[in-house]
């Protein structure tokens, strides 16, 4: 059973960082890829990045290139989403989903989700 549980949301003063984790059960990163996607209250999920289950090709929107990194550790069955010089509008529940390769934007199961919220 694939199981995804996020974590390393919080509340961050514009210019800042933070690190969200997503940690897989049930399955390993080499047999799916996994990538993010946020969804802003009132507006349409928007996809982030996705990163490959076999060479860890990483995939970016093109609105996100930039201040986010994917990554992933595969002896800890996790990925991260590294996100630098935040504003505003990144505010959002960030979700970690399998991607479905070769469409990076093509999410299947998630997690609960994870809230970032970049206020003065």
């Known amino acids: 059973q694939v199981q995804l549980v996020e974590s390393g949301g919080g509340t961050v003063q514009p210019g800042g960082s933070l690190r969200l984790s997503c940690a897989a059960s049930?399955?390993?990163?080499?047999?799916?890829?996994i990538g993010w996607f946020r969804q802003a209250p009132g507006k349409e999920r928007e996809g982030v990045s996705c990163?490959?289950?076999?060479?860890?090709?990483?995939y970016y929107a093109n609105s996100m290139k930039g201040r986010f990194t994917i990554s992933k550790d595969n002896a800890k069955n996790t990925v991260y989403l590294q996100i630098d010089s935040l504003k505003p509008e990144d505010t959002a529940v960030y979700y970690c989903?399998?991607?479905?390769?070769?469409?990076?934007?093509?999410?299947?199961?998630w997690g609960q989700g994870t809230q970032v919220t970049v206020s003065s």
């Open positions: 049930g399955f390993t990163l080499d047999n799916y890829s």
């Open positions: 990163i490959s289950s076999s060479d860890a090709r990483t």
């Open positions: 989903a399998t991607c479905e390769l070769p469409n990076p934007w093509d999410f299947g199961s």
